[in-house]
């Protein structure tokens, strides 16, 4: 099965799988980055030095990770190869929540790539990116600025280049936004008119169509957002051990690195980018139009 | 090689006030700050431990993959932490879908197992959930509740509480067998029941500490931070999460049909745990 190559992040992707979230390869006509085959997996890679239920990584870096009854992925030591390897059962849907999920962060993370737990937003000609676990209301506030007019870069894993001339450069990664049924509908859509995310589940994905800003953009701000409705108001700038200290709510997937050995790039690297865009900033999550208007507010101040 | 100490019960059964004891208790006995978010013991079904230590969006999981891979998590987490890990938890003990138990005993250094009378807890629980008294008496009989139903909190995974007999019996039964605190005695005698239950959990306690805790968790000084700073703790919107705070309560409140729907329903529990089911 042959498919047109796809974009995510700049790479130029091959799959056997269908991934109808990515745009189709439309830039130069360079050589494939990463090549997505159906396969077999081993149940067992060789040396795995850690245990961990779902990950195996092996001593020359081939990394396994499996999700029960779904399926089971292989990512090659330079993150260029993931062979898929479907359970009985599984949908495609099924499998793309965890290819696009857990295995395209070891994918970036074998690839020098920084991964954030943060939507993106361009602010001008730059980004700004919020940050926070699962459930802060990340994507909500995606969602919301995009219905202001603001193009989105990414939704809920945003990843940066550290090696770009310029400094930290987020790669766009495709044009949806995942949302709780209740956000979708609070926004005027219907759950009809998007696709749950895998059978079963209350999550959809909205189309960003021309919200989504597809040209990587210069990282300007890198703000958690608090989920702690006792936090203060405003905006708030952590010292330097206060922002290493949020190391765990601002990575994606953050122990992902013990288990690739990553963690000492890795830790350099969000160290640099604190130093970018000049520390972290916190912000209690914003859950009414009057927070959101206060967001929105904020973009030009962030990027400047 | 960590573990956990589990702090177990039906919902409304005096878990929270357990665990803002033991919070003071470890802390030498200082008063507690409603300020702020009381982060000690979390609930054993946060998906946020699940997120950070399989390295999954938990969000995205099936409710069956959350239940399966919670087994998984609470080995997971015990081999990657050195400290004890205290957790909340309102599931009744049992196994995944694949017959793996939900608080595997290798990862457990203990629990403690409040429970009380299924007449008070009727009351508090229509309180706290908004339900009437008829309906939380249905509730507490109900085989295979759940709270926390899936998708409903994002917050917290399903879990399965069972009927309040059910959710008992399996926590006596559990492996290991916990430490049974009843809301009845620690309501009469805390600093008793506090020092039992301090030397179960490994912990050594002053005199001082453990009287310091007893104090910052008076039920009249929990009502009256909870007026000034709020506790928010899954109870219906505008209610009190510190109600009233006493044993016996019920007798008030149910009518005699409904004392007795709930002691048809629950007195062979009832009378194990020796609760007067006269009414």
């Known amino acids: 099965m042959q498919h047109e190559d796809l974009a995510i992040c700049g790479l130029r992707v091959r799959s056997d799988l269908a991934l109808p979230e990515l745009l189709p390869w439309t830039a130069d006509a360079r050589g494939v980055d990463l090549v997505i085959e159906l396969g077999d997996v081993p149940d067992r890679v060789s040396g795995a030095a850690e245990t961990h239920p779902l990950i195996q990584v092996s001593a020359d870096g081939t990394c396994r990770f499996a999700m029960p009854e779904v399926a089971a992925f292989l990512v090659s030591p330079d993150g260029r190869a993931v062979t898929v390897a479907p359970s009985p059962g599984a949908t495609e849907a099924d499998i793309r929540v965890f290819l696009l999920g857990t295995v395209f962060a070891i994918v970036c993370q074998r690839r020098g790539l920084l991964t954030l737990h943060a939507c993106c937003v361009r602010a001008g000609s730059k980004a700004v990116a919020f940050a926070g676990d699962s459930g802060v209301g990340k994507s909500t506030l995606a969602a919301r600025l995009r219905a202001r007019g603001h193009a989105l870069l990414t939704d809920d894993v945003t990843v940066v280049d550290m090696e770009a001339p310029g400094g930290p450069l987020v790669l766009p990664t495709f044009p949806r936004l995942k949302l709780w049924r209740d956000a979708l509908e609070s926004l005027g859509h219907t759950v009809d008119g998007a696709g749950a995310i895998r059978p079963g589940l209350d999550k959809y994905q909205l189309p960003l169509d021309d919200g989504f800003c597809n040209t990587p953009l210069p990282l300007a701000a890198l703000v958690r957002l608090d989920g702690n409705r006792k936090a203060p108001e405003g905006l708030r700038l952590l010292d330097a051990v206060q922002g290493l200290g949020e190391l765990g709510k601002v990575l994606y997937r953050p122990r992902l690195m013990l288990r690739l050995g990553t963690q000492a790039r890795q830790m350099a690297q969000f160290l640099r980018l604190l130093s970018f865009v000049g520390g972290l900033r916190t912000l209690r999550r914003p859950e009414t139009m009057a927070g959101w208007s206060e967001v929105e507010a904020l973009l030009p101040v962030l990027a400047d | ?279």
């Not at chain 2, 629980?125 to 994002?154: C, M, N, Q």
């Open chain 2, 1 to 279: 090689m960590g573990g956990f100490y589990w702090i177990a019960s039906y919902p409304k059964s005096g878990n929270t006030w357990m665990r803002l004891l033991l919070a003071s208790l470890i802390d030498g006995g200082a008063p507690l700050d409603f300020s702020r978010p009381v982060g000690f013991a979390p609930s054993a079904a946060s998906p946020s431990d699940m997120d950070l230590f399989l390295d999954v969006e938990s969000s995205e999981l099936t409710p069956v993959e959350q239940t399966e891979l919670r087994h998984d998590l609470a080995l997971a987490v015990a081999a990657a932490t050195a400290e004890p890990q205290y957790r909340k938890v309102h599931d009744r003990w049992g196994h995944s879908p694949s017959g793996r138990p939900l608080f595997p005993p290798a990862a457990t250094l203990g629990s403690i197992y409040l429970v009380r009378d299924p007449r008070d807890v009727a009351v508090s629980w229509a309180h706290h959930s908004g339900t009437t008294l008829d309906e939380a008496i249905d509730f507490l009989g109900r085989p295979g509740a759940v709270v926390a139903a899936a998708g409903k909190w994002r917050d917290q995974f399903e879990q399965r509480v069972d009927s309040w007999s059910a959710h008992v019996a399996s926590w006596l039964a559990a492996e290991p067998v916990p430490l049974v605190v009843a809301y009845e005695a620690l309501s009469a005698d805390p600093l008793r029941v506090l020092a039992q239950v301090a030397i179960h959990c490994g912990l050594s306690a002053s005199a001082d500490t453990l009287a310091g805790a007893v104090e910052a968790t008076r039920f009249a000084r929990l009502q009256q931070q909870e007026r000034i700073d709020g506790f928010e703790l899954g109870q219906k919107a505008g209610r009190r999460f510190f109600r009233r705070g006493i044993a016996g309560g019920w007798r008030d409140t149910l009518s005699h049909a409904q004392a007795n729907r709930i002691v048809r329903d629950h007195g062979a529990m009832m009378e194990r745990l020796a609760y007067d089911t006269g009414v």
